[in-house]
């Protein structure tokens, strides 16, 4: 049985995202996958994505990536959380004037993957069980 790394919620936190991978190299695990939320929050929103497409890295896209690419009327209140706080919703903003077109889109719609279909997704707790698309892919490992 091979060994799979996964990671999730990096929200371009790009020295993160560094030490985690040189620790994932360094176990010699070969197959990684993200969860989403490449951006947000943090500083490093196209860098972070940017290496992830460098290592190609497949994925989803998670529910702050989605947000940031408008991909709904309502992006905080149908995606975020509808009680952000002022910094978050001005982080937010700032996310979405500074991600640049290369970095967009971050993933394929959640759980999907472009060569293998559904492989994970990362749960929403405002959306009842059963999850759609839980990891079917990597749970048949």
């Not at 091979?2 to 020295?15: E, F, R, V, W």
């Not at 509808?82 to 001005?90: A, F, L, V």
């Not at 999907?112 to 999850?131: F, I, L, S």
């Amino acid at each position: 049985m091979n060994t799979i790394a996964i990671i999730s919620d990096i929200h371009g936190n790009l020295p993160a995202l560094e030490a985690v991978l040189a620790d994932i190299q360094a176990q010699g695990i070969a197959e990684v996958y993200h969860l989403g939320d490449l951006v947000g929050y943090n500083p490093f929103p196209n860098e972070t994505a940017a290496l992830v497409d460098e290592r190609r890295i497949p994925g989803i896209t998670g529910n702050y990536d989605q947000a940031v690419l408008a991909l709904v009327p309502d992006p905080i209140g149908e995606l975020l959380n509808t009680k952000i706080s002022p910094m978050g919703k001005e982080i937010y903003a700032w996310t979405v004037r500074n991600v640049t077109p290369r970095t967009n889109p971050p993933g394929p719609t959640p759980g999907t993957h472009p060569d293998e279909g559904q492989v994970a997704t990362a749960v929403d707790p405002r959306q009842p069980p059963p999850y759609p698309g839980l990891c079917p892919a990597l749970l048949a490992r």
